[in-house]
Nanobody, 126 residues
Framework: QVHIEESGGGLVQPEGSLTLTCTVS????????TAWFRQAPGKEREGLFC????????NLKDSLKGRFTVSRDHAKHSVNLQMTGLKPEDAAVYYC???????????????????WGQGIQVTVSS
């Protein structure tokens, strides 16, 4: 059974930093293609970053380049989303999503991911 758990969210001040962690277990492959999405109130869910099963990173949202990045911790079977220079508009529920297919290409479409975490809140406020 696939289990996905996000951690590391919370309240951060503007221009602060936060790292979200997505821990994955139960998938057929050890290091599946994994993506981070977010959804703010009243807005559509949007793809942020993706890391493939070969650790190729795809930036799904150009405006985050230079502030956010993603990495994989193989030992912990986790994918981290490192966020810096946080702005109030970054506040959202952040989701980790996993593609169950072997050698899946990164995608910014929610429908391409079969497994989702519950989501974790990130609040940016002074």
């Amino acid at each position: 059974q696939v289990h996905i758990e996000e951690s590391g969210g919370g309240l951060v001040q503007p221009e602060g930093s936060l790292t979200l962690t997505c821990t994955v277990s139960g998938t057929p492959m050890d290091y599946p293609t994994t993506a981070w999405f977010r959804q703010a109130p009243g807005k559509e869910r949007e793809g942020l970053f993706c890391i493939s099963d070969t650790d190729e990173i795809t930036n799904l949202k150009d405006s985050l380049k230079g502030r956010f990045t993603v990495s994989r911790d193989h030992a912990k079977h986790s994918v981290n989303l490192q966020m810096t220079g946080l702005k109030p508009e970054d506040a959202a529920v952040y989701y980790c999503a996993v593609d169950r297919d072997f050698h899946a290409l990164c995608s910014g479409l929610s429908v391409d991911y079969e497994y989702w975490g519950q989501g974790i809140q990130v609040t940016v406020s002074s």
